[in-house]
């Protein structure tokens, strides 16, 4: 289990975590939504150590974080997160076996095994065909897609991702949300789209001016009466013709002010049809 509990963070005087707690079981799939700046990546950032919290504490398996070493942690919890996406002057398949890295020894070399992984884990995003592709070349979605490839092939049994689906178009977002899920691994993802959120995560913890302002299952957050007040759109929950929960979503200017960044997220503020996001 990785928890964290009552997490405390501030850049500078802006407190933005304000006592955050957070679990995410064996198996499941956590995703971490809330409006732009209201401190999800902060809070993904203190689960897999790399920023400590100014106060609260964060364990997995009950060990606390700053216990493991970087190699020790590397091999128990993978990471995809937006900063990875830089320039790197490696081949597509050499990014990915990257991934088998934490499992090396000091000088062990790389086994046919290890190929395999990687080449297994570039298959599964549909990526075979880029394998020989400088990374750096690659479009966003190709990119997100290595990048997730390079964390199957590390095998850890926490993953742990920072809006996966950002660049991806609607077929590879599905595809890659659906392959977590099959993965079996315990996850913490941060969505923007809610409705992707429904779809694929076990529960959601709705981050708020601070706080986990909801934390419970799709059904139980993804409720008007609490979307509303954070998002400031107006929401409709439907069910779909597979009987899942789905939202649409109407901007009202007048009635819900919003700012230019949390409209691009939420859904479509220019029209007056309600909508879905996926
Ligand atoms: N390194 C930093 N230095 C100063 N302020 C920061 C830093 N990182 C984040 N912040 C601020 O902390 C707040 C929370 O940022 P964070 O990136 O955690 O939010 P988020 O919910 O992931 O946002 P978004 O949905 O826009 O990606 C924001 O106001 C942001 O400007």
């Not at 995703?31 to 400590?52: E, H, V």
């Not at 750096?136 to 390079?150: D, F, K, M, N, T």
Request: aromatic share 4%; net charge negative; charged share 20%.
């Amino acid at each position: 289990m990785l928890d964290a509990y009552d997490i405390h963070h501030a850049y500078g005087s802006a407190p933005v975590l304000r006592g955050v707690s957070v679990q995410a079981s064996d198996g499941e799939v956590v995703g971490l939504i809330g409006p732009n700046g209201s401190g999800k990546t902060t809070l993904l950032r203190t689960l897999y150590g790399s920023l400590t919290p100014q106060r609260g504490t964060v364990t997995l398996d009950d060990v606390p974080l700053a216990r493991f070493t970087r190699p020790q942690l590397a091999r128990r919890l993978a990471v995809v997160v937006q900063e990875q996406a830089g320039e790197m002057p490696l081949s597509v398949a050499d990014t990915v076996l990257l991934g088998r890295t934490p499992h090396l020894g000091t000088f062990q070399r790389r086994t046919d095994v290890d190929t395999k992984i990687a080449a297994d884990a570039l298959a599964r995003v549909g990526a075979t065909h880029l394998a020989s592709r400088d990374f750096g070349g690659l479009s966003g979605g190709e990119r997100q897609r290595v990048l997730i490839a390079r964390a199957l092939a590390q095998q850890a049994e926490y993953l742990l991702m920072d809006e996966p689906t950002n660049h991806l178009d609607i077929h590879f977002q599905h595809e890659v949300l659906h392959l977590v899920r099959e993965l079996g691994v315990t996850t913490v993802v941060v969505l923007h789209d809610l409705n992707l959120a429904a779809r694929y995560c076990d529960r959601l913890v709705l981050l708020h001016e601070g706080r986990a302002h909801a934390d419970g299952t799709p059904e139980d957050v993804l409720l008007p009466t609490i979307l509303e007040e954070v998002y400031r759109i107006a929401i409709e929950p439907v069910t779909a013709d597979d009987g899942r929960l789905q939202l649409l979503f109407r901007h009202t200017e007048a009635a819900m002010p919003v700012n230019d960044d949390t409209l691009g997220r939420v859904g479509s503020p220019h029209s007056p049809a309600m909508k879905g996001t996926s």
